[in-house]
């Protein structure tokens, strides 16, 4: 618990921790805002492409924070220091792998993508290793609980891309593109600090049965993940693939804004793994943490989408102003899309957090059908609307249904 001046409650670090991320996130929305404003539809729709990228290398490099999360909160003192020598070298590996990709293969991103520069693509390929050197810093915060530094990490990231991202803009008028890679770049080489203590061990070597388990642990995760990406972002990547860039970029903003709800949930996710773990290694019940939190995630979500269908013009207006006013209608539809695979996906992490990888492999489905859905049907944006309001309304109940299933079974034999 934190003293505050003029305070007569503590906070505790849960409380600073989820006020960060709400900043974090109020923080990253106005630069997509700013972004959008100044740059216009077509401009931007290069620019919502490195946002999109940077969310899906975000999703990627996920796979080793919460693995590195999940061990330290779960191995013995003695063995976590062997643990963090050889996760650090798999994501190293990992991370130069990806950003070679997109330095060597830049002008074939560029031709499919359609955008204005392939240069954009090698600024941002050569900040990869940072990010997943960055993960297991971040899982390290979150294995130990310690929100602070945790705080810290995502509020330097994002204060820097802020900043840095519009100066690069002025260096770069005439190829913005390139101005917004390099202060998302910039950012990711920021957001480094502050780092954590080294665990120093006598073990130099990670045994085999706890190497095993963490590879399987990574392994799924990296299918969960991989799950997120498809979801998450393969609607942006592919309107940005069959469509003109001007509505490429009225999606992009429409995605923008009606992905405020996935990232409010996101804050709760993010305190789940480490309660859930906790109580499962005290031997206590799981299941009214996943209750509290799918109830707070869906009064959110719910409130959020109401919102977006009553007032679409005038949220759209206020975000990124007129020219982007002929996709306010399918505001409320995309956000109600997103608010179910919220919920969904909440789901998923819990069981991940046990344990039990079968809801991966439920979203991984929904993934490819989503991608499929858009591929057959995308003669205008509402199609790929509708299409991803139509898997994510049966992943969910797959995933509600499999939860009673699961709960169920384990409450009957608890009698």
Known sequence: MIAIPFVKQKISAQQIFMLSALLVNTGNYAYNLLLGRLLGPEAFADAAILITLLLVLSFAA???????????????EEKQGAFLKKINRWSLRMGFATGLVFVFFASFFQEVLQTSSSMMF??????VPFYFVMSINRGIYQGKQELLSLSKTYQ???????LLTFLCILLFKEQPAIGVALGV???IVAAQFPRAKTIKTDQETLDRQSTTEVLKFLSITALYEGTQILINNSDIILVKHFFEPYQAGLYASLALIGRVVYFVAWMFVMLLLPE????KKAGTRTTKILWKYVGY??????????????FPKMIVNLMFGQAYLEVAHLLGPYALATGLFAVANLFTYYFLSLGKYRPVYFSLVGGALQISGVLLFHDQLLHVVLVQIATMLVLLLVQVVYCFKEEGVRLSVNR
């Open 62 to 76: 996920m796979t080793f924070q919460l693995g590195t999360a999940r061990f330290i909160a779960l191995l013995e």
């Open 122 to 127: 090698v600024v941002f390929g050569l900040s």
């Open 156 to 162: 330097i990231e994002m204060w820097s891309r802020l």
């Open 185 to 187: 770049s910039l950012s």
């Open 276 to 279: 859930v773990v906790k109580k």
């Open 297 to 310: 995630i869906g009064l959110l979500s719910a409130s959020i989408v109401v919102v977006c269908f009553a």
